[in-house]
C-alpha cells in the first residue's frame, strides 16, 4: 500500500479551499481539487473517502485554527469567571475574523451545505457547553445556543470582510467595540 504524503495532503485541502472561496462550497469536486492539484482524481481518495470527506476536512481544518487563536481548553474552566470565559470565547473569534476572514467564509460556505457528518457540529462542543452554561446561569438570552453562537460568528465575520475589502481600518473599530456590539445581544 501507497504510504500518505502529509505534503498532498496540505496541497489538496488548499486546492478545496481555493474552490470553496472562488466558487462556493458547492462547487467542489474531487476532478476540479485532482486537477488545481495536478494528480489523478483517484489519487484523491488515497487521502479521503468521498467529497464529504474533503469538504469535512477543510472545515476541521480551521476549526482548528480559530482553536489555536486562544486557549480555547480554558472556556469550560469553571474556576474561570464565566464573563472572562464568554469575553475569551468572542476575542478568540474576533482575533481570527481579522487575520483569516476567508476562514471563516469558508466555515460557513461549508456549514450551509448541510452535510451529514459526525464531525460538523460536534466540533464546537466547548463552546456550546460554554454558551449553555452561560444560559443557565443567567449571564446570557435564554435563546438556542446556534443563534447565539451565529450573531459571535456573523458580527466577526463581516467586521473581518469589511477590514479586508478596504471598508475600514482596523483600528477604526477596535475589539472594545466589536464585543460589545455581539454583547449587547446576546448578554441577558
Known sequence: ?????NTKIVKILD????IILNEGAAAVSTV??????????????LYFKNKNDLLL????RELDQIKSMGDIESLNDQSIPIKTRIDNYVH???DYSIQHPDGLTLIEQIKMLNISGDHLYDNNTIVTDLLNEAIEV????KLPVNLLMATVFNVMHRHGLNIKEGLYDEKEYPYELIA?????AIKN
Not at 476536512?57 to 476541521?60: D, E, G, L, R
Open 1 to 5: 500500500m501507497k504510504k500518505k504524503d
Open 15 to 18: 486546492a478545496t479551499v481555493k
Open 32 to 45: 476540479k481539487v485532482a486537477k488545481i492539484v495536478g494528480i489523478a482524481q483517484s489519487n484523491v481518495y
Open 57 to 60: 476536512s477543510a472545515y476541521q
Open 92 to 94: 478568540s473569534v474576533f
Open 138 to 141: 443567567g449571564y446570557l438570552k
Open 180 to 184: 460589545q456590539l455581539v454583547l449587547d
